[in-house]
C-alpha cells in the first residue's frame, strides 16, 4: 500500500500570507496527485489535479507541484475563505489520501 | 443542477447488513461514462477511499478493510450507484460519500455528494 503523509498536519496563519502544505508518497506516484479542500462538515472539494492541474474554477491563488515522491500545494496570498482542512490524494495504486492539514487563522 | 445523492445510512449494530444508494441528477450514468467511487470519513477523521465501479460494472476495486463485506454496484438505467455492506464492524463507523472521477483514466474526484452517515454501535 502507498502512505501518503502530510505536512504539517496544522498550520496558523493569517490573511494575505503565503502558505505551502507538502505531501510525502511512500513511492513514486509519478504526477498521480490531487489536492481537495474540505470545510467544516462538507463534502471534499477538488483544487488540483494531476500533481499540478488547476481544477476549473478554482482561484489562482492555488497552485500544485511536483512529482514522485513530493508534492506541494501553495496559496500565495491567503483569503478568509481557505482557512479549511486541505488533504492530498493519490491515485497510482488504488488510491490513499494523506491525514490532512488544518489550516487555522493564526 | 449536476449532483450526487447518497441515502441509505442509519444506526446498525455489528454483524448487521446495510445498503447504501448514490443517485445522480443533473448527468447520465452510461455503461462508458462517469465511473464512481466511495469514500467515507470517520468521525473527526480523514478520508479514506473505500471502492470503485467502472461505467460498465465490469471493473470493480475495494480497500482491503472492506474486501469481502462490501459489493458495489450500478444500475444505469436507474442512474443510481449502490454499497452493500454486510458484517458491518464498529470501525465502519463513518461518513459516507460517492463521488464522480473526473473524465479520464486517473482516480480525481470532481463531484461529491454530502454523504450519509452509517453508524455501527451495540
Known amino acids: 500500500d502507498i502512505q501518503m503523509t502530510q505536512s504539517p498536519s496544522t498550520l496558523s496563519a493569517s490573511v494575505g500570507d503565503r502558505v505551502t502544505i507538502t505531501c510525502r508518497a511512500s513511492q513514486s506516484i509519478n504526477t498521480c496527485l490531487a489536492w481537495y479542500q474540505q470545510k467544516g462538515g462538507k463534502a471534499p472539494k477538488l483544487l488540483v489535479y494531476?500533481?499540478?492541474s488547476l481544477e476549473s474554477g478554482v482561484p489562482s491563488r492555488f497552485s500544485g507541484s511536483g512529482s514522485g515522491t513530493e508534492f506541494t500545494l501553495t496559496i500565495s496570498s491567503l483569503q478568509p475563505d481557505d482557512f479549511a482542512t486541505y488533504y492530498c490524494?493519490?491515485?497510482?495504486?488504488?488510491?490513499?489520501f494523506g491525514q490532512g492539514t488544518k489550516l487555522e487563522i493564526k | 443542477q449536476v449532483q450526487l445523492a447518497e441515502s441509505g445510512g442509519g444506526v446498525v449494530q455489528p454483524g448487521w447488513s446495510l445498503r447504501l444508494s448514490c443517485v445522480a441528477s443533473g448527468f447520465t450514468l452510461t455503461p462508458s461514462t462517469s465511473t464512481i467511487h466511495w469514500v467515507r470519513q470517520a468521525p473527526g477523521k480523514g478520508l479514506e477511499w473505500v471502492a470503485v465501479?467502472?461505467?460498465?460494472?465490469?471493473?470493480?476495486y475495494y480497500t482491503d478493510s472492506v474486501q469481502g463485506r462490501f459489493t458495489t454496484s450500478r444500475d444505469n438505467s436507474k442512474n443510481t450507484v449502490y454499497l452493500e455492506m454486510n458484517r458491518l464492524r464498529p470501525e465502519d463507523t463513518a461518513l459516507y460519500y460517492c463521488?464522480?472521477?473526473?473524465?479520464?483514466?486517473?482516480?480525481?474526484?470532481?463531484?461529491w455528494g454530502r454523504g450519509t452517515l452509517v453508524t455501527v454501535s451495540s
Open positions: 494531476k500533481a499540478s
Open positions: 465501479v467502472s461505467p460498465d460494472g465490469s471493473q470493480i
Open positions: 490524494q493519490q491515485c497510482s495504486s488504488l488510491s490513499t
Open positions: 463521488a464522480r472521477q473526473l473524465v479520464g483514466p486517473h482516480w480525481f474526484f470532481d463531484l
